[in-house]
């Protein structure tokens, strides 16, 4: 009896980046990298520094100890 050959097809997984996605983030690195120098913010960075700060604390307007 003669086996079946499968009938799928195995595909490579593709890049997860091309050159081109490489040349853009580079590109961009290089920028906010430059404003940082100039004591700038790169504004598509701001929620990324926003989320690594973490929530910010309440203010406190005044303590009370109630007994």
């Known amino acids: ?26 590109s961009s690195n290089d920028r906010d990298q430059k404003l940082e120098r100039e004591g700038k913010r790169a504004p598509h960075n701001v929620g990324y520094d926003n989320a690594a700060d973490g929530a910010a604390a309440p203010e406190i307007e005044r303590v009370v100890d109630e007994d």
């Open 1 to 26: 009896m003669a086996q079946k050959k499968p009938t799928e097809t195995v595909v490579p997984i593709p890049a997860a980046e091309t050159e081109a996605e490489r040349q853009r983030t580079r």
